[in-house]
């Protein structure tokens, strides 16, 4: 992230040419085909199956000939009805042939939708916190599932199309070379009418389906901000329900018009198509029956090369939708790649090793690491250095122009001494987030080193390092789980006599045990069936439960009232004994018991000391302390 030219500028081009519509290439091509080795061998049997489905079509016409030359005209009931048994067999194997393109097709198509959904999911994961603040939730939904199953279509349906088409052309062809080479020339000269508009309509049919695709992630995207809890109830107070409906209808209406233009185009071609075989078929009629009249061709050949020139365009009318249906297809794994070419700034380094910390003796551990800034400076990613041009293209480009934002941190240097206390207080805006964001690497400095037991962050290992270091942030989150799997989700295969110890030691387990079902009480959508300072202290309980030797609380007692908040001191007095802790705190309770406070403005560690000592400077402390933290000493309770 340091030095040579901004990484927005490097990152956000090629993606902006995306929505341009640019065309599908080769890459895109070789880089499906690894997808597809896991299921060689279901593959061989749907091309086999295909195959032999293509020969079977083939064959029925030349059984039809056989039938009307050799049975019916010569009256030969025998021949009739042995061939008739034969075709009534070939539709028994044709059949069987279905069936197993079916479940192959099945296998494969849904076998790639699993592990497509499942490599983006994972590779969406590892992106750095900024990722999430900017990208919009529904476009990211639609890249995992309509994107997705549109890529399953291109391996699938796409593959069977092709193979069937070809080898169905080719066989066909090769039987009525066979029956009249005369019939058969003059229905070949139609093909080249077929290919043109097929070419044409396929180019338009893939930027109206971009542009489709584009639309459909607008709408869910607002779809899905607007139909959660929060969303809801913020159209709500603030009587925004008309006008939402009318947004939704606007964008539902870019849907509605680029699937309606889609379509139109769409079925353009096959119209196409019906008119130049119907077209092609009064020839052959025409060519075929002069040739019947003049004895060069038996009637039942006449018969079976209609039969055929029918089978014939269909591979024909397949063949010249399939560079349309492809490049659709292509696009979605063109958008899926888009995502997983998005290389996460937070990573491990190559030789990151694991943070080494000794194991708890029950109390607390025995040595905890200590925090150290050394020197270190910020600024928050620009938009093209973290998300794509087709998630917020208005941000992406704006970054390209820019280069990033200011500087958030400057020059800053603190040590948090391990086992102890340290607040962290300042106006809003000063970056005293930004702070123990930099702890557990949910961002990287721009310059400067963040260390923790002195190791730089960047050296030591993701896993090894969010598991030493446990986080309370102001705003809880719960999952849409029960009260049992949220904490669990801290340490997986807790025993119930921890999970109710730990609701004990956050004030929490009277609640829970009120609940009707308990630790297995649904929360909510981001816990909204408890109360601000209910889903704090759940928080809580889950910090409580994973006992991390780094403790990082972003006022995490800011939605608990007095009363709750002095039992929550007495619990986190207990919990954060022994470790090394890093606090914004706005309450007067917890500055107090501090080892040390740091005052923080602009980004900078204007005074650091304890309590006693920054009031006595009579400075920026002193100033907060009165405008904000003395009503609360003046409180017979202390808060």
């Known amino acids: 992230m340091i030095g040579g030219p901004p990484v927005g500028q490097l990152r956000a081009e090629p993606r902006d040419e995306l929505l341009k519509g640019r065309r599908v290439g080769r890459r895109t091509i070789r880089r499906i085909m690894p997808y597809a080795r896991p299921y060689r061998r279901h593959i061989v049997l749907l091309v086999a199956a295909t195959a032999l489905g293509a020969c079977i079509a083939a ?29 009534a067999g070939l539709a028994l194997v044709e059949a069987g042939t279905a069936y197993l393109q079916n479940r192959c097709s099945s296998r494969v198509g849904e076998g790639l939708v699993y592990e497509l959904r499942t490599e983006v999911f994972t590779h969406v994961q590892r992106q750095p916190l900024a990722f999430f603040t900017r990208a919009q939730t529904g476009k990211l939904l639609s890249r995992l599932n309509t994107d997705i199953i549109g890529a399953r279509q291109a391996v699938t349906t796409l593959l069977t199309q092709a193979v069937s088409a070809v080898l169905t052309l080719l066989l066909v062809l090769g039987a009525m070379f066979y029956l009249s080479w005369q019939i058969t020339v003059a229905a070949m000269l139609m093909v080249p009418l077929f290919l043109l ?51 939704f209808a606007r964008r539902a209406a870019r849907v509605r018009d680029t699937s309606a233009s889609t379509l139109v185009w769409g079925r353009m071609l096959p119209v196409v198509v019906v008119v130049l075989t119907s077209f092609t078929t009064a020839l052959v009629y025409g060519l075929g029956g002069a040739l019947v009249v ?27 939708t399939l560079q349309s249906s492809a490049m659709i297809a292509l696009v979605s794994f063109d958008r899926v790649f888009e995502v997983l ?20 003796n029950g109390h607390g551990p025995a040595a905890v690491p200590d925090v150290r800034f050394e020197n270190v400076s910020f600024r928050y990613p620009a938009a093209g250095e973290v998300s794509l041009a087709s998630l917020e293209p208005a941000a992406v480009k704006e970054s390209a ?66 598991e030493n270091i446990g986080v309370v942030t102001q705003d809880a989150y719960l999952f849409h789980e029960t009260v049992r799997a949220n904490l669990g989700y801290a340490r997986p295969g807790a025993a119930e006599r921890e999970l109710i110890e730990a609701c004990e030691a956050a004030l929490i387990w009277d609640t829970v045990r009120a609940l009707p079902e308990g630790l297995d009480t649904v929360v ?18 889950r910090l409580l439960l994973k006992a991390p030797p780094v403790v990082v609380l972003d006022e995490a007692t800011a939605h608990l009232d007095s009363e709750s908040e002095a039992a929550i001191q007495r619990a986190l007095r ?10 914004i705190a706005h309450r007067l309770s917890t500055i107090r018991e501090a080892d040390q406070i740091l005052v923080v403005d602009a980004g900078r560690i204007r005074e650091s000391g304890t309590h006693e000592e920054l009031l006595a400077l009579d400075g920026l402390y002193a100033d907060l302390y009165h405008s904000q933290f003395a009503h609360q000493a003046a409180r017979p309770d202390g808060f």
């Open 341 to 360: 070419d998005l290389e996460p700034l937070i990573a491990d380094r190559p030789g990151a090793r694991p943070l080494a910390v000794p194991a708890s």
């Open 574 to 583: 207990t919990a954060l004994a022994g470790r090394t802790s890093l606090v």
């Open 294 to 320: 003049d004895g060069t061709v038996e009637f039942g050949t006449l018969v079976a090369m209609v039969a055929l020139l029918l089978r014939v365009y269909g591979p024909i009318n397949q063949l010249s």
């Open 401 to 466: 122009r820019t280069g990033g934002g200011a500087p958030v941190l400057h020059d800053l240097s603190f040590h948090a001494p391990p086992g102890k206390l340290t607040a962290l207080v300042g106006p809003s805006g000063a970056g005293k987030t930004t702070i123990t964001h930099l702890v557990p690497r949910l961002y990287d400095a721009t310059s400067g080193t963040v260390r923790v037991g002195g190791h730089d962050v960047r050296d030591l290992t993701l896993a090894s390092l969010r």
């Open 197 to 247: 508009p097929a070419r044409l309509i396929g180019r338009r049919m893939q930027r109206l389906t971009r542009r489709m695709m584009e639309h459909d992630a607008e709408m869910t995207s607002m779809m899905s901000e607007r139909l959660n809890v929060s969303g809801a109830m913020l159209s709500k107070l603030y009587g925004r329900v008309p006008d939402e409906r009318d947004e």
């Open 524 to 541: 909510g959508e981001r816990g909204h069936r408890f109360s601000g300072g209910e889903k704090q202290r759940l928080a809580l309980a």
């Open 59 to 87: 064959a029925n016409p030349l059984f039809l000939k056989l039938i009307i030359d050799h049975g019916i005209m010569p009256r030969d009931l025998g021949v009739v009805v042995g061939l008739s048994l034969g075709l």
